[in-house]
Each structure stands twice: as C-alpha cells, then as structure tokens.
C-alpha cells in the first residue's frame, strides 16, 4: 500500500513524545509498505526518506505539497499534527485530503485539546475518515464523531526495551557513572517545572531512592529548575542518550508525576506515555498520576501504583516505596500486546 504521511517540525533528535510516535511509526510502516513522509519546519531526514518542505503556510495550502502527494497517489494519509486535536488541524488534515480525493485521512492525535462551538459545528462536516486519540477522555470529547474516534494506545519496542539482568544492571550503571546503593528512581521527560518533576526533590529528600532525570533535549529546559533539582542530590542528565533503553535498565522504578488535570502545553506529554511503556517493557515497577489513557489500560496492582493527589510529596514516597517491594516482574507483560505494528494497523484502518 502507498502510505503518505505528514507531520510538522520533525526533525532529530528523537526524543520527544509526537516526533518518537511519527518516528517509529514511519520506520513500521517502511516494513511492508511504499511511504512518502513529509515535514515542514524540520528537516530531511534521508535514513526515514523524510522531506522537508520550505514555507508551507498555517493550513498546509502550499503546491509543491500538493504536488508531492498527487504524484505518489497515496491509498492512505496519516497526519499527525504537533498541535494535537485543535480545529486547526481538522482543518489541515482536509486540505492534505483534497489534495488526493479519494485517499482516506487518518488524524493521530496524541494530547488533549478542547473542542470549542465552532469546532463541534465546523469539524463534523470536515473531519477524517479516522481520528486516534490516546485516552478515553479525548475519544469523548470528540464524541460528536461518533464512529471515526478510536482510542488505540501508541507502541513499544519490546526487544529494544527489555528487562536485564543484575550482572548487566550493575555493568550501565558503571558505564555512566550512576554508583549507588540504593534503589534508583527514574523519570525520563521534559526539564519543565509543569511535570512536576519536583516529586524527584521528595524522594530524594525523603531516602526512599536515588532519583535520575533524563531531560529531552528537544524541547526547552528549565536550567534553573534542573540546578535546583541537583542541589537536592537528584542526578539530571541533560543531553541526548540514542541508548536511552540503558536507563531504563539501570532503573528500579520509574515515576511519572505530571497532573492529570494539567493543560497538555504545561506538561507537554502525549496521553498514553511513551516513557512509561518503555519501563513497562522493562519491567519496572511504576509510580504514576491518572495521566491520560494510563488508568484505562492498566490496573492498580502490583507493579502499577496510581498516586491521586499530584502535589502531595509524602503520596509519592509511599507509593514509591510500596512499588519497590514490589519488584520487576508484573509490568512487561501488561505491554507486550502493544507493539507498533497494531498501532499501524489502526492508523490505517484495518481489523485490529
């Protein structure tokens, strides 16, 4: 099948929620399909055959895209906007729909947006053929698409991502310098006062682990926020790391504090995180708020500990010290069903 597909500002690294998605999206889709990726405001990217295309205007009303797309006559066309489920977007994935009548556009939205009386009066007459959202909260607030919205979670590399053993744990944290007798705590995301990685300072403070952040570098860093989280003994690796799997690895229990309640540009992460499946596939033991889609596919229980009330610092360290006496050995499992061959299968619209 001839697969297009679309998203703004893609460009290395890989380190940020949408750009992984559409990243290991493309990569999945070049095993058994003919793509054509393309970008604006990023950059060509030759190993994912990613274009650039220069000065496309805000509704993606541009020839040389259009161009582009009629020539390769795509069967399917994925966008996956930066900005999420906004009516904007709507409204590009219909431009990118004319360009090639006949040609159904699948939208993958990865964080929450409200939907406005324009949007529920505009979006009905214009929306894609799909829409996949990453909670159940967003699929209802499209709820006015009936049909169309689907809530399929986002992958993991299973084989990348995969527990190891003590020998090999002790081996990474050697290699990076991270020696210490207790348990490490890890938290890989955005430098960003918004996600709350003040929890980091509570655990740190409270002994219950040696707290670890890895910090994306594409997107801005609190430097002041991170020097604060130093200060109190937290380590915080502010580079990119194309092994990140080897953090997960070294880790014995992965946090994920952003508020639930949190407007998605405050956070900024998708609604079903990356970061946390990666820990999963690991089989750390997790630590998390009700974010997003994570309550929908994964239960309280051992391995899994839902903290309620974000701000409150002696939440987390119970909950981290209750997920640590739980060990490795009950989450890998949970996310073995959600590779990224199902997630294409869902984007572009076949059984799943």
């Not at 020839?63 to 906007?81: H, K, S, V, W």
């Not at 190891?164 to 890890?186: D, N, Q």
């Not at 508020?259 to 820990?279: F, G, H, K, Y």
Request: glycine share 8%; with cysteine; hydrophobic share 45%.
């Amino acid at each position: 099948m001839r697969v297009a597909v679309f998203s703004e500002r893609l460009a290395p690294p890989f380190d940020e929620g949408i750009k992984n998605v559409t990243y290991n999206l493309l990569r999945q889709l070049g095993v058994e399909h003919t793509v054509l990726a393309l970008t604006t405001g990023g950059a060509d990217i030759p190993e994912l055959g990613v274009r650039d295309i220069p000065k496309v205007n805000r509704l993606l009303v541009n020839g040389q895209l259009a161009a582009l797309l009629r020539d390769f006559r795509p069967q399917r066309i994925c966008y996956i906007p930066t900005a999420s489920m906004t009516l904007f977007s709507f409204i590009r994935a219909w431009v990118l729909g004319r360009y090639v009548p006949g040609a159904p556009v699948t939208m993958v939205a990865l964080q929450p947006r409200r939907q406005g009386m324009l949007a529920r009066r505009l979006v009905p007459y214009i929306a894609p053929a799909r829409v996949i959202v990453q909670s159940q909260a967003s699929a209802a607030l499209l709820g006015y698409l009936g049909a169309r919205v689907h809530f399929v979670p986002a992958g993991v590399d299973t084989e990348r991502f995969r527990p190891v053993p003590p020998a090999e744990r002790e081996a990474l944290r050697r290699k990076y310098g991270l020696r210490t007798s207790r348990p490490i705590a890890l938290h890989v995301g955005h430098i960003h006062a918004g996600r709350n990685v003040a929890v980091l300072e509570a655990l740190q403070r409270a002994g219950a682990a040696q707290t670890l952040l890895v910090g994306s570098t594409s997107t801005h860093q609190d430097l002041e926020l991170a020097q604060q989280l130093q200060r109190a003994g937290v380590w915080v690796l502010a580079e990119y790391l194309p092994a990140v799997e080897e953090m997960y690895q070294l880790a014995d229990l992965y946090v994920f504090p952003p508020a639930p309640d949190m407007p998605a540009e405050r956070t900024p992460a998708i609604e079903v995180p990356l970061s946390v499946l990666e820990a999963m596939a690991c089989d750390l033991p997790v630590v998390s708020t009700r974010f997003g889609g994570l309550p929908a596919l994964f239960p309280a229980g051992p391995g899994m500990h839902f903290v309620d009330t974000p701000w409150d610092e002696e939440a987390w360290v119970q909950a981290a010290r209750a997920a640590l006496q739980d060990g490795a050995g009950h989450t890998r499992r949970q996310v073995l069903p959600f590779g990224w061959d199902r997630f294409v299968k869902a984007v572009l619209g076949a059984e799943e």
